[in-house]
């Protein structure tokens, strides 16, 4: 697995920075340029003061001008943005930022810092870590599972990393766990 995740990984180690923004009386069609310039499908709508008031996604654009036929140049974005904008701070675990996004049923947070915006994290950023954590998560099991028995400094109680086989005595060598047999065939 190259580098190890930390399991209480913080949100600004997955957040996106800068933020892409528009502003709340900027038209649907310049919003939706300044997605595609920046190849994102969301946009933070700020007031004149770079003051975050709410979020476009495209699908929010799909839903609320595109399908209901209004025409995109004369639609603002303050009419179109999901407000509030639900944020986090950068600080905080992975995990309560996933927490936050499925109880306000959402799928991006801004990331605030001293009252400024400071970066978006989405369930997507999230979602790409998870095979890494999922990993993580077995390796301590595993680590746990395989108990070390006490006046036994090498030894252990667990699975052999080798064959998989469980074994109430593995030694440890070579930086693995390993049973009788498997510990034989590598000294041989």
Not at 56 to 67: G, H, L, N, Q
Request: include cysteine; glycine fraction near 6%.
């Amino acid at each position: 697995m190259g580098e190890m995740v930390n399991l209480k990984m913080k949100v600004q180690a997955i957040m996106s920075s800068p933020v892409i923004t528009a502003r709340v009386d900027e038209n649907i069609v310049e919003v939706a340029k300044i997605m595609d310039l920046h190849d994102v499908g969301s946009v933070i709508i700020t007031d004149r003061r770079g003051r975050p008031l709410g979020i476009i996604t495209d699908m929010d654009i799909i839903k609320r001008v595109v399908a209901k036929n209004l025409n995109p140049y004369e639609v603002k974005a303050g009419e179109v943005m999901s407000q509030p904008l639900i944020t986090v701070d950068p600080n905080a675990n992975i995990t309560d930022a996933a927490k936050l996004m499925s109880r306000y049923g959402v799928k991006r947070l801004g990331v605030m810092y001293k009252g400024r915006l400071v970066g978006i994290i989405s369930s997507r950023d999230i979602t790409a870590i998870t095979p890494e954590l999922i990993e993580m998560i077995y390796e301590k099991a595993r680590i746990e599972e395989a108990t070390v028995i006490p006046g036994y400094a090498q030894t252990a109680v667990g699975y052999c990393e080798i064959c998989g086989q469980w074994s109430d005595i593995l030694t440890f060598r070579n930086g693995k766990f390993v049973c009788r047999d498997c510990l034989e065939e590598m000294e041989r």
